[in-house]
């Protein structure tokens, strides 16, 4: 599960902007960040001395999502047919799928939680961002009636988070979490509505994961983290 974890955050660093990357970097480095333990994330990172209580708001930027490197060309590199070949066409739309999937179920836990979701950056207004990354979809769906795909699973990926002061743009904290999705003991057949149910079941389990750890820490008084 590490290694998911290590690639995903070296995959946050290729999705950034040059700026972003001299950023992310330095916290990696923890001279602003510092590791904590936590049993809601793989990993997890906060800013010492960030107080969450203030936040009463959210403002939640779009979701960016990334396949496992070389996801497609190992499919198709493993089947020659072409009704069994992933085309660029399949590839954008089950990422597409992804990211409008995970935004809506994240954006939608956070207002059952009780959060005001706005569009603009205010002195209350938390800012988050999401990336799942390493996607890999097990058996896709390539909706060809004489193709059928089954796998022992639906997938993997790795959730990235990101939690900001929406005024100053101050990176606050940082958690992944990289886990199998929809793992069963037999190999079944896979269809879009099944990967469809499991990645939803994984995102869910994910937008929980993120409104939770966000109570906890409102629950606390600013964190402070000690120095390595």
Partial sequence: MMHLVR????????????????????????????????KKFDTAYLLPGAD???YTKVMIDPTEAAFR???????????????????????????TAAQSGFQDIFTKAYQEAGYQVVTAP?????????????????????QKSNVRT????????????????????????????GREIGDTAWAMRRTKLSNRADFEEAFKAWAKMSVDGL??????????????
Avoid at 17 to 27: D, E, L, V
């Fill in 150 to 177: 089954f796998s022992d699973e639906g997938g993997s990926g790795v959730l990235v988070l990101e939690a900001r002061d929406s005024m100053s743009g101050a990176l606050l904290a940082q958690g992944a979490d």
């Fill in 7 to 38: 690639a995903a955050l070296a995959g946050l660093l290729m999705l950034a902007s040059p700026m972003a990357i001299a950023q992310t970097t330095t916290q990696a480095d923890f001279s602003g960040l510092r590791k904590v333990e936590t």
């Fill in 69 to 95: 490197k070389n996801w497609q060309k190992d499919w198709n590199d493993k089947h020659f047919d072409f009704n069994e070949r992933i085309t660029d066409d399949e590839a954008r739309r089950i990422l």
């Fill in 122 to 142: 205010g002195p209350n207004v938390l800012r988050l961002k999401t990336y799942i990354l390493n996607l890999d979809v097990a058996a896709p769906d390539f």
């Fill in 52 to 54: 969450f209580k203030v």
């Fill in 215 to 228: 109570a906890t820490l409102k629950a606390l008084p600013p964190v402070a983290v000690a120095r390595n």
